[in-house]
């Protein structure tokens, strides 16, 4: 009677060495090394993207879903969570990063982007003739005449 619906068990047998030899030092290693390398890219990048608030915010939503993903999966391999808990943290969180990085934010990467053009279409178009940019002499006053 040994079938898949008996393969059950492993979801409630802890997450370790013993039980998961192909997985679960490669998952405690990536997960500490992609901690460590998303802090980085959201400190490098925030000082490079401040003046566009768009991709700051996809920036902070990716850090801080790394910070909570990764963060769960290195506390899943130290203290060996049972893989009840790990298998939905790495489904969820690849899940979530999919959502952020392509149906959240391309729209409204779209709107800020249409939004800079036209910023600078009407700023070009405001200054389109040089002599515009010129000022002009005010006119003389009239001298006022002394008593």
Excluded: C
Excluded at 44 to 72: C, P
Excluded at 73 to 95: I, K, N, R, S, T
Excluded at 114 to 129: G, I, M
């Amino acid at each position: 009677m040994n079938g898949p619906w008996n393969q059950l068990d492993l979801l409630l047998s802890p997450f370790n060495m013993a039980k998961f030899p192909a997985i679960n030092m490669i998952t405690g290693e990536l997960a500490m090394a992609f901690l460590v390398i998303s802090v980085v890219f959201y400190n490098f990048n925030a000082r490079r993207m401040h003046a566009y608030s768009v991709f700051l915010d996809l920036n902070e939503w990716l850090m801080w879903t790394s910070i909570g993903v990764f963060g769960l999966l290195v506390m899943f391999f130290v203290f060996a969570f049972d893989f009840l808990f790990v298998l939905p943290v790495m489904v969820g969180g690849a899940a979530l990063f999919l959502w952020i990085r392509f149906w959240h934010f391309p729209p409204l990467i779209q709107a800020y982007e249409e939004r800079l053009a036209r910023q600078r279409y009407f700023q070009r178009s405001k200054t389109s003739h040089p002599s515009e940019t010129i000022r002009s002499k005010a006119a003389a006053k009239p001298k006022r005449r002394r008593r």
